[in-house]
Each structure stands twice: as C-alpha cells, then as structure tokens.
C-alpha cells in the first residue's frame, strides 16, 4: 500500500502533511518509513510531553491497559480520581471535568461559565469575551470563541455571545463588559496557534483584576502551554494570577486523548448531575498516563525547560536570518526572513522536524529532549534560516 496516495483518497482532505511516513522513535528521535531520522522538536503538536515511547509512560498505559480499559462514567474508577485529586493539589483547583481534547475542555468551561452567570445574574449573562488572534478549538462554539475570522469562513452561523478584544489593550475589555453582559473573560496566557504570542504580564493581571471586580470569570485556555511547557506546571503561574477555570489538553495525556477543566472555588459546585458529560471522558489509561506525566513535572524538571529554553533564544536571538524571537518555556517563535515553510521544508531536510504557527516557526520540543540532540537541531534550524 502507498500510504500517501491511500491517505489522500480515503481520509477526509482537512490537512496539508508534510510528505514524511512516520513509523516509530524513541524520545525526541523520528523515524520515517526509509529509515530517515528527524530530531523532533513538534512533539505532535505540544503532545509527547517526554517524547516517543517514553519507558515511564508506557509502562504507566500498559500496566492500565492490562488491567481495565473503560468503565464509562457511570461507575467509579482509580485512574481519574487520582488524576483529578494531584492536579487540584498541584494547581488548588477544587474540582475536574474529563473529556478527551483541547475543544471539549473548553466547551465544558463555556458551560460552566454561562451556568454560573446565569444562575448568579439572570439569563441575559452570556457574553464570553475572547482575544483576537486566539485559537480555542474547531467545534462551533470553540471556532465561535477563537478571534479569528479566517476560521469562520464558511461555517457560520456560529454559537453567538462571544465578542474578541485586542492582546494587551485591557481599555478595550473594559469597554466591552461596560457594553455586554458577560460571564467570562477566556485567554490564552500565551497565544499558540496566533503566532506563539506571550500576553503582557500587566494585561493579565489587570484582566484578573477586572474580572474579580465585576465576578466575571477568568478561564485560562492551557491546551498548549499548560503541562510543564512554559517553565511552571500551568502557564497561568507566570502571571501570578488564580484563574476561575482551567482548561487543557494535547500534553496532559503524553500521546493519549485527554481533555481537562479544571474548576475554581467560585465554580466548582456548578456542573450537576446530567449538566455535562462524556463517554470516553476520563479514560482510565489516558488518566494513568496522566498521572505519570503530572508526577514528573517537579522542579528539577521545570529547571530543565527554561534552561533548555534559554538556551535556544540564546542562540537564535542574534542569528543570521532571524528576525525576532517570541515565546515562554519550550513553546517558542521564530520570525524568520525566509518564508517559515521554506525553513521547515530545508529542516526536514537535514534531520530536523519544526512546524508553523501563522507566520513563525514554531519550536515544541520535549521537555526533556537531551542538549546533545537540541544542540544539534538548533545547528541545523540555524544553517536553515540564513
Ligand atoms: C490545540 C488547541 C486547542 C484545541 O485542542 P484540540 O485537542 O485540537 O481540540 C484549543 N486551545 C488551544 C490553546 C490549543 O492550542
């Protein structure tokens, strides 16, 4: 079989992949069906936390995997409360909803936040204020939420009473909840999809302000920075902030579905039984996988990505073709003189596997990807913006 052209006729034509057969790794190494290795510094999009077949986290899911694969949420089971207990512990939350991606974790937020408006002000409470140049999910309540009207196209009408203020204008937010009835401010503390842009600390905390003044929530979209990436466990404690509502998934379940809200004081009492709910939410070895993943995030490690990232804006910040640097953490843009595809295509050339975000190179490594094979990387992503 020719996975290619199999691939091109029978799946539904939604991406542009990159022409390389993946078949196996091991850590931040890809192999390619020629036998070709890459140096992965895209982890599937934020996902492999530690990397391809990682042993802890294999052994975590198969140990699971032998034991009970699904229960469904109509019956108790270990995995996810313990997950639910350590990310509450680690973030004070109070309580989590599972689900099984970036989308539904945040659908789940949108819920709770209009519930507990509505519940607390009355009916016309529904406005969600998002930022432009967000990216919050492809559902059509999540595309309703992300800023950006390119995603819109052809796909309206979407849900309503959701309203978009500029990153860092916080006038513009005021202006807005003087205007809306709003139940909740929704941000990305770093914007991924919208070019890898970290929001101002002063904006953040003005944001956090303002919605503590008016008690309108404040949910933290983590889908990508969250888990370690930014040099803290959740992005979110860069700005010194406590949000009302925590969103993430890709790297919480390491390479396994898995989508969490995690929910505040003010908000942790507002689902009900038959309010939300989910079939595979929760999965016992996507949360077993979790589980190994959240325990491994102690300090030690977080030090190991902010050094790692140091090191690579170190590097980039004065290099020949570079233009700017953006980014916290492993989740890093490249502003490049070239066209970003003409560098990711010479990267994948030479070894090297980097994606796009708008118009960046985007970094994603591992967060533990060794310095020996990042060094490396970094060499040949050099050479591919001169
Ligand atoms: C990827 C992403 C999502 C969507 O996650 P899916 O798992 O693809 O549904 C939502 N928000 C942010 C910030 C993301 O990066």
Known sequence: ?????????????????????IVSGKGSIVKDENGKEYIDLATGIAVNTFGIADEEWIEAVTKQLKTLQHTSNLYYSAPCASLAKILCERTGMKKVFFSNSGAEANEC???????YAQEKKGDKFSTIVTLKNSFHGRTITTLAATGQEIFHKDFTPLTP????????????IEAIIATYNCAAIMIEVVQGEGGVNPLEYEFVQDIADIAKRHDILLICDEVQIGNGRSGKLYGYMNYDIIPDIVTTAKGLGGGLPLGATMLGEKVKDVLTPGSHGSTFGGNPIACAGAISIINRLDNDLLNGVKERSEYIKNELENAD?????SGMGLMIGIETEKDAGEVIKECMKKGVLVIKAKDKVR???ALNIPMEQLKKAIIILKNACK
């Open 161 to 172: 009473g959701f309203v978009y203020a500029t990153a860092n204008a916080i006038e513009e």
């Open 109 to 115: 937020a949108i819920k709770v936040a209009r519930k």
């Open 363 to 365: 970094l994603l490594p």
């Open 321 to 325: 073709g570079v233009i700017s640097i």
């Open 1 to 21: 079989m020719d996975i290619q052209s199999t691939d091109k006729q029978y799946i539904a034509n939604t991406y542009a992949r990159f022409p390389i057969n």
